[in-house]
């Protein structure tokens, strides 16, 4: 079984377009994560939910919009698709400690996104 | 801006050498992780070192968290053309939920 699992694998669009991006995880963790994984390999954090709440929202253009319908879930919808966009991008999980601190991220296998 | 340095960038040995990654950071983490990224995949998690001054060993991989928790090293005993991959040491920020990734070593062994 897949621990945290993204759809699709690869996506190659208009510039202009609207796109989503899944993303699941079945490690019954707390917290989720998009990254940007750039050509130069540079992953940088860009949202983080907890339970559902937006809790790390990164400067990051507004055509980025996150939504996660439930703990399991957290989804990337990216309107106006830039040249700048394309990348891969990475969905993350962990759980949370009773200090509040982070477990370890499971990441997925990731998206790669090219805008034409 | 908290960054992570990860020095070598790139590297490229034979078989049966060792090597060291270093990561450095004037930022004080509550713990650090080591990936292994192989193309087309995710990131891999490889060790969490948590308390300054930790050495962990997985196999011919030795990981040690400096004393300050500021920085951390990897070093490869014997390292083996399966050792190839993009290597990643990821703080986590104290009191947050933020990870910062460091630069990446790209480590290729040549059989």
């Known amino acids: 079984d897949t621990a945290v699992s993204q759809t699709p694998k690869y996506l190659v669009t208009q510039m202009g377009n609207d796109k989503s991006i899944k993303c699941e995880q079945n490690?019954?963790?707390?917290?989720m994560y998009w990254y940007k994984q750039d050509s130069k390999k540079f992953l940088k954090i860009m949202f983080s939910y907890n339970n559902k709440e937006l809790i790390i929202n990164e400067t990051v253009p507004n055509r980025f919009s996150p939504k996660s319908p439930d703990k399991a879930h957290l989804n990337l919808h990216i309107n106006s698709l830039e040249l700048g966009d394309s990348a891969v991008y990475f969905c993350?999980?962990?759980?949370?400690?009773?200090?509040?601190?982070?477990?370890?991220?499971?990441f997925g296998p990731g998206t790669r996104l090219l805008v034409l | 801006t908290q960054l992570l340095e990860q020095s070598p960038q790139f590297l490229s040995i034979q078989e049966g050498e060792n090597l060291t990654v270093y990561c450095n950071s004037s930022?004080?983490?509550?713990?650090l992780q080591w990936y292994r990224q192989e193309p087309g995949e995710g990131p891999v998690l490889l060790v969490t070192v948590v308390t300054g001054g930790e050495v962990k060993k997985l196999k011919r991989l030795t990981f040690q968290f400096g004393d300050a928790r500021k920085d951390s090293s990897l070093h490869i005993t014997a390292a083996q053309p399966g050792d190839t991959g993009l290597y990643l040491c990821a703080g986590a920020l104290t009191g947050t939920y933020k990870y910062i990734f460091g630069t990446g070593t790209r480590l290729k062994v040549l059989a």
């Open positions: 993350a999980s962990s759980s949370t400690r009773a200090s509040g601190l982070q477990e370890t991220q499971y």
């Open positions: 930022s004080v983490f509550s713990s």
């Open positions: 490690l019954g963790h707390d917290t």
